[in-house]
């Protein structure tokens, strides 16, 4: 079974700017692929060293955003963990974020071990 849970670095930091719990934009993708998700989801919550000591892996997004953030709060897993070199909105527009997001998704997925 795979199990995929989202931290924030700096959960603090999205509190004037968040949108809420989940993108509309990824709504929106994961509707159009028929993927469900939780009708109430959550708010962002903060990673912990514990976070990283369970997961069997670790992805981030954008590493010139959120490598900086890995060394100052988690010095010891700012280089253990795979980035995915893919901007935020604001950067880069979601026409662009999201299939290259679906792109290592499914590249992850087919690397994975098939029971």
Do not use: C
């Not at 719990?21 to 060293?49: H, K, N």
């Not at 060394?71 to 604001?90: E, L, Q, T």
Request: net charge negative; proline share 10%.
């Amino acid at each position: 079974m795979i199990r995929a849970e989202s931290r924030g670095l700096a959960a603090e930091l999205g509190i004037l700017h968040n949108v809420g719990p989940i993108s509309f934009y990824t709504v929106q993708g994961l509707a159009a692929r028929q993927i469900p998700m939780d009708p109430a989801p959550r708010q962002p919550l903060q990673a912990t060293e514990d976070d990283f000591r369970k997961a069997s892996r670790v992805i981030a997004l954008h590493r010139p955003e959120h490598h900086p953030m890995m060394v100052a709060r988690f010095p010891a897993w700012a280089d253990r963990i795979d980035y995915w070199h893919v901007a935020d909105i604001g950067d880069i527009s979601p026409d662009v974020a999201l299939p290259a997001i679906e792109t290592h998704v499914t590249a992850l997925l087919e690397s994975l071990p098939h029971e």
